[in-house]
Structures are given as structure tokens and as C-alpha cells.
């Protein structure tokens, strides 16, 4: 049970790739959820799109198994199931020929309800998609267009992918998901930010030391090996999720929390990243495998590959607030922990009137956790207890919600059932608008450039360690340290 559910109005969604791991695995299931919490109505209607001779039958059968392994069974009430199905439908067609696309027509021809395209499939179907749903008379006034990573390799098929959607759906018809701007922790960073006082006034390079951004994953690439062997972690995470949560630790307030009021701050973080000055704030790194298991070349299935499966990288911020903090982003596979958090690490006291023995001072640290355990600390130095004399220790201050929601049989919604309610409710805050995510490429392709170019290859490092020597020697030489990846 989720807490105040406003229902959203009926739609008819269709999903092209409804049959793939996305939609099977994170958005099926969560449109579930959302029917279960009440707010998406079993009159609406979700049709699948894909390539095999399923039948809607043959769908639903599919959707069944699907909800009963990422789905809890708690959720899974019969009942609220057998609806879901219900509301389930099926076209056959392929997107690179016209088969299949006069059924889709005629499934939606006489519905009135509120249109969404979700386009779970590679990005390069997203433009002969669009062109088959205008040219088939699919389109409304009122459809919504739904895309999701990768959305371009470089700058210039970014843009022209941009272009490419323009000519059909207006700017605010196109919803670009960077689930993780869907986590609810996420979200909380903006309130705790704007709807309080208490951080403002040290929100900036007199009171901050540095922030650190990790995405770490314990998995290695088996099985996607293909897919990521063309991308690496620069562009598959930094140019996307990393950045986005950069952008919302650096922007100034907004005006109105409104989409473009939002995103033209953030776009302005985008584009005072510095240029990186040489190869010494960026590392690549490539995983080897230990006890037995598979180097990254052999579970990418390419001998030889440069392709890096680590990135750690320094960022500075040209601008009034951030000149002189540093960023340190890092994200990879095969490393100690699955952990992604923020962690804005604040200066030390200016002057400690305590003797040697209490201990030192540590820094104030703000903790953003995604995952695991979603939820906020602040720690802080307090007295350690007792009558053992002035000791100082440090403490969380502990906002994490998860487990005093659950201690009240309530659920954290995950990121796909708030971005799809919201594209339903054409709510565009939380997605990426198509100049954001030009300016983050233009940002990262001169990194990808150099790593194309340099002599040498991406570094090892050993799996489930925490990354190459090198990326800690990042840290290091400016009197710094990453956190521990622990989950
Ligand atoms: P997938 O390969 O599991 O599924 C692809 C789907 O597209 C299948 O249903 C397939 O039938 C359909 N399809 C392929 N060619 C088609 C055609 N010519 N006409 C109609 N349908 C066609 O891929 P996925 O993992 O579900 O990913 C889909 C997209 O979402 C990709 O662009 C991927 O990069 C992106 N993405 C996936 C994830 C994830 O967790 N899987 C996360 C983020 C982004």
C-alpha cells in the first residue's frame, strides 16, 4: 500500500518491445503496481507491440510468469491480477516493414483515451517507429512518445535523433527517461534542498569540499556483452545517470518547480561543466576476472576490446557557487558493492578547541543513497557517552525512510511506476529535455576521443575490488579519499 494515490486519467499505452527484458522485467510491473495501489485504472488499456506471432493470449501468459518473478507475491492478488490481464492486448508487427500496423490503427481508432508510445526497443527503431505511427494515422493531439537510453552514441546522432523525433512530436510530447531520477530518494535531495532553509546558506564551494557520485555494480557485463561492448561506462552511465544527479546537487533553485523552470537549471550545470584539461582527471578501467571467473573480454565476447567497464572522472563547475569544489563521479561493473550514492562531504571545522585526545574532527557528510536502502544521512560528530572525558565520535543522523515506511506496511514505489504515472499525468520535470542531453554529450565526447586515441587501453583492476589504483590516486593527490563501497 502506497499512502495517497490520486488516480490518473485512462489511457492506452503501447508498448513496442513489450515482449523484451525492459518491459517484462521493470515497466509491466510496475504498471501493475500502480493498478494495485489504485492509481491506474483497470479501464485502461496496454497494448504490446512486438515481433512474435504471440496472440494476446499467448501475451498475457507471458506477462503472468513475468509479475510472478519480479513482482512479490504479496501484490500479486488474484483478483488484481486477473484484471491486469484483462487489460492486456497484443499486435503483431514488425518496425521496419508495414506489417502489423493497420491492426494498431484499428485497435486505437475509436478510443478517446489519453495516447502513449513507449519505444522499449534499440534506438535505432525510435525514428522508423515515429515515422509509422504518423504515417499509419496513429497520432493525436494528445500523444505522449516515451524513449529511453541509449539516446545517441556522440553529440552529432544525439542531435539528429533530436531532430529526427522533432519532425513529428512536439518537445513537450517526448519523455526521456533517466530512471533514476524516478527514485524516491532522488526526488527527497530536491526537497531537502528547496523546501528547507538549513542547507542553502552552505550549499556552495565556501562550505563544501567536494561531492562524490558512485554507481557501482557488482555484476559484470555476461549477457549484455554485445550491447555495452559499443557504449563502456562513459557513455552507457556517466553521460546520462551520472550527470543528471550532478545536475540536481548543482543547480541553483528554480523558480517554480515546474519541468522547464527545472530543467533550464540544470542545463545550465550542463553547460559550465569545465572542459577536462588532460588526461589526468578521467580513468578507465576494464575488469579482470579472479578465482576462475572471466576477464570483461571474454563475457563481452570481444577479444582485445578497449571498451572500459569503469569510469571514475573529476569535474569542476565554472560558475559562482561550485568554482573550486570538485566532483568525483564513479561508476563501473565487477566492483566490491552494488552501491549508488551522493555524498557531499562539507569542510572541516575551521578550528578544533578540543585537546588531541578527544579525537579529530571529522567532516560533515551528506549521504544520498539510491540503493541499496534508499534514504538520506547526515553525519555528524557528537560527544561519544559516558564519563570517559571529552571523546568525539561520529554518528548518522538517519533518514532513511525505507525501513520506517515499511515498519508501517508501506512500500517505496519504484522509479518506473512514478515516471510512467507522471507521463500519464504529462508531468515532464523528471525527464531529460532534448537540449539536456545534448550538452551532456558535448561534455563527454571529447573524453571518449581521448580514450579512442590514447596509446594505451583502459586500466585493470581486479573484480569485486574498487576499481583500478589509478582512480584512487584520483582522489589522493588532492588530499582525498573515495567512500567505502559497501552495500
Ligand atoms: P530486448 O532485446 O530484451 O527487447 C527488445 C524488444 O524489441 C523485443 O520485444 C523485440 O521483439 C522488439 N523488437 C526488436 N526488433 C523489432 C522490430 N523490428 N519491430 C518490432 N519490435 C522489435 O531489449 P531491452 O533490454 O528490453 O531494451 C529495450 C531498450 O531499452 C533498449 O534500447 C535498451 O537499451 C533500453 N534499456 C533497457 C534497459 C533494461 O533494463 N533492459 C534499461 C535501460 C534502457
Not at 503501447?14 to 510496475?30: C, E, I, S, Y
Not at 501475451?59 to 512479490?72: D, K, S, W
Not at 519523455?175 to 524516491?184: A, T, W
Request: glycine share 8%; proline share 6%.
Amino acid at each position: 500500500m502506497v499512502a495517497r494515490v490520486i488516480p490518473v486519467v485512462p489511457f492506452d499505452l503501447v508498448v513496442f518491445g513489450g515482449t523484451g527484458d525492459l518491459a517484462q522485467r521493470k515497466l509491466l510491473p510496475a504498471l501493475f503496481r500502480r493498478m494495485v495501489d489504485g492509481q491506474a485504472l483497470p479501464d485502461s488499456r496496454i497494448i504490446a507491440a512486438a515481433r512474435r506471432d504471440l496472440g494476446a493470449d499467448g501475451f498475457r501468459r507471458r506477462v503472468e510468469a513475468a509479475l510472478r518473478v519480479h513482482v512479490g507475491p504479496e501484490q500479486l492478488d488474484p483478483d488484481r491480477l486477473a484484471e491486469f490481464l484483462c487489460a492486456l492486448d497484443y499486435v503483431r508487427l514488425d518496425a521496419a516493414d508495414e506489417d502489423g500496423w493497420a491492426a494498431l490503427f484499428h485497435r486505437l481508432k475509436d478510443s478517446e483515451r489519453m495516447r502513449v508510445f513507449y519505444l522499449s526497443v534499440a534506438p535505432q527503431l525510435f525514428a522508423p517507429i515515429s515515422e509509422r505511427l504518423a504515417t499509419s494515422g496513429c497520432l493525436t493531439p494528445d500523444t505522449r512518445l516515451v524513449v529511453e537510453k541509449p539516446l545517441g552514441h556522440d553529440f552529432a546522432s544525439a542531435r539528429k535523433l533530436n531532430r529526427q523525433l522533432a519532425t513529428i512530436f512536439d518537445e513537450r510530447q517526448i519523455y526521456r527517461i533517466d530512471h533514476f531520477l524516478g527514485k524516491e530518494t532522488v526526488q527527497n535531495l530536491m526537497a531537502l534542498r528547496f523546501a528547507n532553509a538549513l542547507f542553502e546558506p552552505i550549499w556552495n564551494a565556501r562550505h563544501v569540499d567536494h561531492v562524490q557520485i558512485t554507481v557501482a555494480e557488482r555484476v559484470g557485463v555476461r549477457g549484455r556483452g554485445a550491447y555495452y561492448d559499443q557504449n563502456g561506462a562513459v557513455r552507457d552511465m556517466m553521460q546520462n545517470h551520472l550527470l543528471q544527479l550532478l545536475c540536481l546537487i548543482a543547480m541553483e533553485p528554480p523558480a517554480h518547480f515546474e519541468p522547464d523552470a527545472v530543467r533550464d537549471e540544470k542545463l545550465k550545470v550542463l553547460r559550465s561543466l569545465k572542459p577536462l584539461d588532460g588526461p589526468g582527471d578521467v580513468v578507465l578501467g576494464q575488469y579482470r576476472g579472479i578465482n576462475g571467473e572471466p576477464d570483461y573480454v571474454e563475457d563481452a565476447g570481444s577479444p582485445g576490446s578497449r571498451t572500459e567497464s569503469f569510469a571514475a572522472i573529476k569535474v569542476e563547475i565554472a560558475n559562482w557557487r561550485w568554482n573550486g569544489t570538485p566532483f568525483y563521479l564513479r561508476t563501473g561493473k565487477r566492483l566490491q558493492a552494488r552501491v549508488s550514492e551522493i555524498a557531499v562531504v562539507f569542510k572541516d571545522a575551521p578550528h578544533s578547541i578540543f585537546p588531541a585526545s578527544a579525537g579529530g574532527t571529522n567532516p560533515n557528510v551528506l549521504a544520498i543513497r539510491l540503493q541499496p536502502d534508499e534514504g538520506i544521512t547526515l553525519r555528524l560528530t557528537i560527544k561519544e557517552p559516558g564519563p570517559g572525558g571529552m571523546r568525539l565520535c561520529q554518528v548518522p543522523l538517519d533518514m532513511t525512510f525505507a525501513k520506517t515506511l515499511g515498519a508501517q506496511g508501506l512500500r517505496i514505489p519504484g522509479a518506473y511506476e512514478r515516471l510512467v504515472m507522471d507521463v500519464i499525468r504529462g508531468d515532464q520535470t523528471l525527464f531529460m529535455r532534448n537540449d539536456e542531453v545534448e550538452a551532456a554529450w558535448r561534455w563527454i565526447d571529447p573524453i571518449i576521443a581521448a580514450a579512442d586515441t590514447a596509446p594505451e587501453g583502459p586500466r585493470s583492476y581486479d573484480s569485486y575490488s574498487s576499481g583500478p589504483e589509478e582512480a584512487l590516486m584520483l582522489m589522493h593527490r588532492d588530499g582525498r579519499r573515495w567512500r567505502a563501497l559497501a552495500a
